[in-house]
């Protein structure tokens, strides 16, 4: 009687898994089954039309939006780091190919040079149970967010109060985490608010380190009573070319002003100038798009400067819109920030008692930090903090 | 010229221009890789709307994240990659099992021909009815090439359990192109 190897087994035979001892056996016998031959084949028939799917149309409104979030100071953290367990094969590969170093040798000089990307301190910027929640991630089990909830938002003059304001100057870090330790760490957004000198507007000041973006700081005049924005004013160059826009709030308009600059005395093909052309717009554009928002939330300089005139306390919920503008159009995306609880939080600027936030927009969720003694924004998680990796903004200097 | 718009299915794209963020180079990359990356994501998240959030996210980051790219690997399978990770930690965070997706069908596997029509969306069919920790190893193996030790790694199983899953995963989709449920 032939005895038929198990479905696994041909599968795994299949799918070019199977051990060697495994594959000569199911190999002998398929050459005497046509039942099983059959099996494999039809397993085979799978993988291949797996492999035959087409891929996915890529539409140009998904471009637009990335676009748009970028123009408007958007940045996201990647996971470029291989998990540790593939890292740790990697590195103990490449010290096998030169001098012996013991393994806790090797992992206090890597430990050592990711304390010092990480501005001298380990990343444990969360009280110890978080730190232990983070280790303990996969016995955490998952947990679903709760339901949106848009049911008040900040009326134009109601509870902010603008003699909360006072000027600042923040400097942030992003810092990406997990498994306990620190992955990276790079410079971030340099927070102002100050008085403007000529019409005692407050200027909300969001500039980004060289390298990240080829920018003057985005600027935002705001009406010193309601903190609605007055008008406000960005430039961004790339590849030689700038580009300045200004914006003003008149009623319910937005007069927006756009002029791009190709660079002087630079060789440049004609196709080469049409394109970059068409990526930036128009040379010179002036343009007005309707709105109606009374709060509007434009930069991270503006939104600490809404939070810091708004009376935070638990259970606390603001609702903002934060406009896009991008090639003569407008794109709004809701974001809500409710205040959950208290934690205290540990930077590289101090220990502070902060309000809890949950911060939803679009697909994203956020963990907030405000400080409860001014409302300023002390730092952020993106992603659940309970997850194995997750990224962080956090503040790293206040002067 | 390291700047120069290169028509699709030219390599490279200029990196430093991508470093940049200049956008004709960022067109270049998202015509080039985003359609792989819908479909890989489309099936693992089971939700068109959720891949897209993700090849969002992962093009906002891209400049800034080239700092970290060595240029001795592949860029396509280094941006593949990321977006794995960005979907793993999604499907963590929403910790939902099992579930069929009800959009899976929609913008991936759309085809022309007649009868490859009826084939795709058999294939994708059965895809969105698998469990979730079975369709995410299948199509990290058959979709991204990944090894069983890599998915291991990503998903935070054993290498056997992932090549085990690798295999349930066939065996249920034969079945469910057999008609044999």
Known sequence: MLMHPGELALTRYAAGSAAESLRRRVAGHLADCDRCRATVQSTRDVRAALKATAEASAPAALFERIMA???????????????????????????????????????AVLGGAAAFGAIQVGGNYLESSAVRAITHADRTPPRRPAPLTLDTSIPAAGPLDARRMRP?????????????????????PRVQLRRDGGNGQWMAITSWPAGTRNSVP????????????????????????????????????LRVRRSTQLPAGVPMTLARAESLTKANGATDTSYTLPTDHAT????????????????????????????DVWRRRISERPSTITITGSRRVVTPAGVFDCWEAVKRSEGWERRQWYRKSDGIFVGEALADINSPMFYRTILIAEE | MTDALVPRGTPPTSLAALKRGDPAAMAVAYERHAPALLRTLTIMLGERSEAEDVV??????????????????????????????LAI??????????????????????RAEGEAVADQITVTDALATL????????????YEGWSHREIAAHLGISEGAAMTRHCRALQKLRRTLEGDR
């Open chain 2, 131 to 142: 469990p979730e920790s079975l369709r995410v190893v299948v199509v990290l193996r058959e």
């Open chain 1, 168 to 188: 600042l100057n923040l400097q942030y870090g992003s810092i990406s985490f997990a498994g306990g330790k620190t992955q990276s760490t790079v410079a971030g």
């Open chain 2, 89 to 110: 930690s999604r499907l963590r965070r929403r910790g939902r099992r099992g579930e069929v997706a009800i959009e899976a069908a929609d913008g991936v596997g759309h």
């Open chain 1, 296 to 323: 509007v939330a434009l930069s991270i300089a503006h939104t600490t400067a809404l939070m810091m005139a708004a009376p935070l306390a638990v259970g606390w919920r603001g609702r903002f819109t934060i406009l």
């Open chain 1, 69 to 107: 979030s970028r123009a408007s100071g958007a940045r996201a953290l990647l996971p470029v780091e291989a998990p540790e367990a593939l890292q740790l094969e990697v590195r103990t590969l490449r010290v096998g190919n030169g001098p012996t170093i013991s393994r806790p040798v090797l992992w």
């Open chain 1, 218 to 253: 985005d600027t935002i005049w705001l009406n010193p009573e309601t903190l609605e924005p007055a008008r406000w004013h960005s430039s961004y160059r790339t590849n030689g070319v700038t580009t300045e826009i200004s914006r003003q709030v008149a009623g319910n308009q």
């Open chain 2, 56 to 85: 969002h996210d992962l093009f906002v980051g891209l400049p800034e994240a080239m700092a970290r790219y060595e240029e001795r690997g592949q860029f396509g399978g280094w941006l593949h990659r990321i977006a794995v990770r």
